[in-house]
């Protein structure tokens, strides 16, 4: 069998919104050998400086280009959902949810309104055919930032979705970039858990090793 670098096995993940959230995940793909198209509202050049910053593997692209990935990461302000409908074909498509539905921010920071539903059921409709899961929203980017091996043990990134081989790639990503996966469930369920007020949001928890 030939030698095959690692590194070029690793996925392509796409990024939508380059922001705190968008960089700091891109921060952890990368330090793992995964490779990673950060787009943002603007163009692509926009992103020079954070490409240069981030270092080898990521490259800055349109939001087309980078909904094109093997697996996209939404890190967007969730006033901007409807701008992801015609991206691409969704349908089938491994989607991490780490948007918060905020309509507003400090100091007041006003949640939508979801009549009940669950945050990232709303994000699906958004991406239709996409497998949908919520992961990486429930740190403070600054926590999610620091490194994953503390205190002995590994931090506690959840994750929810419906569907059982897009959420066997989350968990994978998730654990293969150092943090602790921890299934919460169905996307009904897990989101609500996971989504501003929800049990589990803000929770800096470490697995023991
Ligand atoms: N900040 C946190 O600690 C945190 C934690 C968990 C979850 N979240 C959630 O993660 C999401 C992003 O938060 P953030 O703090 O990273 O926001 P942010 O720092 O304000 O960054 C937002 C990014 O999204 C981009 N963007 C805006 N509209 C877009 C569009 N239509 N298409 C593509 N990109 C677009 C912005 O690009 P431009 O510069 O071109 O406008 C910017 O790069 C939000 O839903 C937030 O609730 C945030």
Do not use: C
């Not at 990368?30 to 910053?53: C, F, M, Q």
Request: a neutral charge.
């Amino acid at each position: 069998m030939k030698y095959q670098n690692k590194r070029i096995m690793k996925q392509k993940i796409g990024i939508i919104g380059a922001g705190n959230i968008g960089r700091t995940v891109a921060a952890h793909l990368l330090k793992a050998g995964y490779e990673v198209v950060l787009s943002n509202s603007r163009n692509p050049e926009t992103l020079a400086d954070t490409i240069e910053t981030l270092g080898a593997g990521a490259v800055a692209a349109t939001t087309k280009e980078a909904a094109s990935a093997d697996i996209v990461l939404l890190a967007l302000p969730w006033a901007q959902l409807s701008s992801l409908k015609k991206l691409t074909d969704w349908n089938d498509k491994t989607v991490i949810d780490a948007t918060n539905h905020f309509i507003t921010y400090a100091p007041d920071f006003k949640l939508a309104d979801l009549n009940g539903r669950a945050s990232s059921e709303v994000v699906a409709e958004h991406v239709p055919g996409a497998n949908v899961v919520k992961a990486f929203n429930t740190l403070y980017f600054k926590i999610l930032q620091r490194d994953p091996q503390e205190a002995n043990g590994r931090r506690v990134l959840f994750y929810s979705g419906d569907d059982s081989g897009a959420k066997a790639e989350v968990q994978h990503l998730i654990d293969d970039i150092g943090f602790a996966p921890v299934d919460l469930g169905d996307l009904a369920t897990g989101s609500k858990l996971q989504q501003p007020k929800g049990a589990v949001a803000t929770l800096n928890l470490i697995k023991a090793a």
